[in-house]
């Protein structure tokens, strides 16, 4: 296995499981989960270089939620937040966060795979 750490924060079990599976036999590792302490926890042990966030995850923006990430982890990942709607209307060009509509995401997936998990 190599260094490319993807986290993902999603409450769709199903579909943590079937995204973590794809990533894994890619060559990544994959930490998954439902509870962002347990992320945060992880991440001080584990670099991630990837996040996916659903953006219903929680009462809080993603922003907030990234913002809290970053002050536990010293080298900021990339994100990724993922919307059950194609329209961004919140979406800022200039913020390294990038959105993405959810039934999209296995294309992102495969896309982080090829060019950071794949052991060639």
Known sequence: MNNCAVFMLDHDKDFLK???????????Q???TDNLFILLKYAQTVEPRWIFIDE???????????????????????YTVMSQSKDFPYFDHTSPVDYIYKPRTLEKIIHIAENCCIIQ
Do not use: M, W
Request: include cysteine; charge should be negative; glycine fraction near 2%.
């Open 30 to 32: 994959v930490f998954a």
């Open 18 to 28: 079937l995204y973590s599976t794809i990533l894994e036999r890619k060559g990544c």
């Open 56 to 78: 219903n995850f929680s009462a809080a923006a993603p922003d907030d939620i990234i913002n809290t990430i970053n002050h536990q982890v010293e080298n900021a990942p990339r």
